[in-house]
T-cell receptor, first 113, second 113 residues
Framework: SAVISQKPSRDICQRGTSLTIQCQVD?????MFWYRQQPGQSLTLIATANQGSEATYESGFVIDKFPISRPNLTFSTLTVSNMSPEDSSIYLC??????????FGSGTRLTVV | DAKTTQPPSMDCAEGRAANLPCNHSTISGNEYVYWYRQIHSQGPQYIIHGLKNNETNEMASLIITEDRKSSTLILPHATLRDTAVYYC??????????????FGTGTRLQVTL
């Protein structure tokens, strides 16, 4: 199965700033997915990122707050913009491996102070 | 994707079988049952999936009822390292188009000595 490298693994940021999370896959994939997991909660899909097109955002998530780039078939970034303490979460990227299911990165634990 | 219902938490003694139930009464004919688990602070990990036949791999067994409205994930000899949140998800496998994975609240399995 694919191996996903996600970084940073954790960060503490000041409110009002932005953080860009990177996700590198060791094989080419059509779609990449970004999830958020708030403290004590389940995972919520933020958006689906296809190479060469704009990301598709789920209800409650907007591009101005969570801009996504997908420059090629092995890489994607998610930016959390103008952060507030409510953005403190774990952010995860994933890819669909077909019959092998989804593979997830190890996550980025973000704390906004 | 069909909605699933799982108990919020379960306990299991180490070395015993852990049986995790999942109800998916609205599952469609072409939807598969997938199980993932998330060990604390890590990305979710794929365990197993099935359509209507029972499935077994090196990690677990999946028992799906004949009417496909419920299933049980079996960890035959639970260890402390199996302590995690287990998610049951029903979905159509990857078809080359958008195939997002929707997580419910899962079952928190605590394996004890």
């Amino acid at each position: 199965s694919a191996v996903i490298s996600q970084k940073p693994s954790r960060d503490i940021c000041q409110r009002g700033t932005s953080l860009t999370i990177q996700c590198q896959v060791d094989s080419q994939v059509t779609m990449m997915f970004w999830y958020r997991q708030q403290p004590g909660q389940s995972l919520t899909l933020i958006a689906t990122a296809n190479q060469g097109s704009e990301a598709t955002y789920e209800s409650g998530f907007v591009i101005d707050k969570f801009p996504i780039s997908r420059p090629n078939l092995t890489f994607s970034t998610l930016t959390v913009s103008n952060m507030s303490p409510e953005d403190s979460s774990i952010y995860l990227c994933s890819v669909d491996q077909g019959w092998a299911g989804y593979t997830f990165g190890s996550g980025t634990r973000l704390t906004v102070v | 994707d069909a909605k699933t219902t799982q108990p919020p938490s379960m306990d299991c003694a180490e070395g015993r079988a852990a049986n995790l139930p999942c109800n998916h009464s609205t599952i469609s004919g072409n939807e598969y049952v997938y199980w993932y688990r998330q060990i604390h602070s890590q990305g979710p990990q794929y365990i197993i999936h099935g359509l209507k036949n029972n499935e077994t791999n090196e990690m677990a067994s999946l028992i799906i009822t004949e009417d496909r409205k419920s299933s049980t994930l079996i960890l035959p000899h639970a260890t402390l390292r199996d302590t995690a949140v287990y998610y049951c998800i029903v979905r159509v496998p990857f078809t080359g188009t958008a195939s997002k994975l929707t997580f419910g609240t899962g079952t928190r399995l605590q394996v004890t000595l």
